[in-house]
């Protein structure tokens, strides 16, 4: 007789975000998210594709008055951008200048949502206009986009979403956040977006 031994084995990938407290200065927000995933014996469930989490910090008078992490909304061109930048160079794959890599302001208040094409109220002036991040890697499978403004307006701005493209101008919504609580940037504020990714 033949014995068989068959082995179900589950996988767990966890990422989690600490809550990170401010050093010092007026409304800060604390954001602490996490995310597990596991797969199930048999399959159905999925590992987890990209992640992306959106740190925004603002500093007034050298220090830290808003602070908060949270996940985004990787859009459904964003989700084309992957896949055409990962087939990059194999035949009939679609092309791919650029991925996620300009960061943008918005007073927009709106939902965000995966069919979003563009960031509405999108700031143009002021020293607010969209940017292009600087690439850091984190791990081997992460890493991030960073970019600080300055407030060079002479009046405040409210800031209440996020965005990432792949162009400096026009160009596809790669994602967005809209902020749990909106940042005030006063004139000569800066505010540093980071956005990470995981995969």
């Known amino acids: 007789m033949v014995a068989v031994l068959i082995l179900i084995a589950t996988t767990v990938f966890a990422y989690s975000v600490a809550t990170k407290p401010s050093n010092g200065g007026g409304p800060v927000v604390n954001v602490s998210d996490s995310y597990n995933y596991a797969e199930a014996p048999g399959g159905g469930n999925k590992a987890p594709t990209w992640l992306g989490m959106v740190q925004v910090l603002v500093v007034h008078n050298g220090m830290l008055v808003y602070d908060t992490i949270q996940h985004n909304t990787i859009t459904n061109t964003g989700e084309g951008i992957i896949s055409a930048c990962t087939a990059r160079g194999a035949t009939s794959a679609p092309a ?104």
């Open 96 to 199: 791919c200048t650029n991925g996620g890599v300009y960061i943008a302001l918005s007073t927009d208040a709106s939902v965000t949502s995966p069919t979003d094409l563009t960031c509405a109220s999108e700031l143009s002036t002021g020293g607010l206009g969209r940017a292009l991040g600087t690439y850091s890697p984190v791990t081997t499978n992460s890493h991030k986009v960073v970019f600080t403004f300055t407030n060079t307006g002479t009046t405040p701005v409210t800031i209440s979403k996020v965005c990432m493209f792949d162009a400096a101008s026009g160009g596809s919504l790669f994602a967005e956040d809209l902020l749990s609580n909106t940042a005030s940037v006063a004139p000569s504020d800066q505010i540093t977006i980071s956005w990470s990714f995981t995969h």
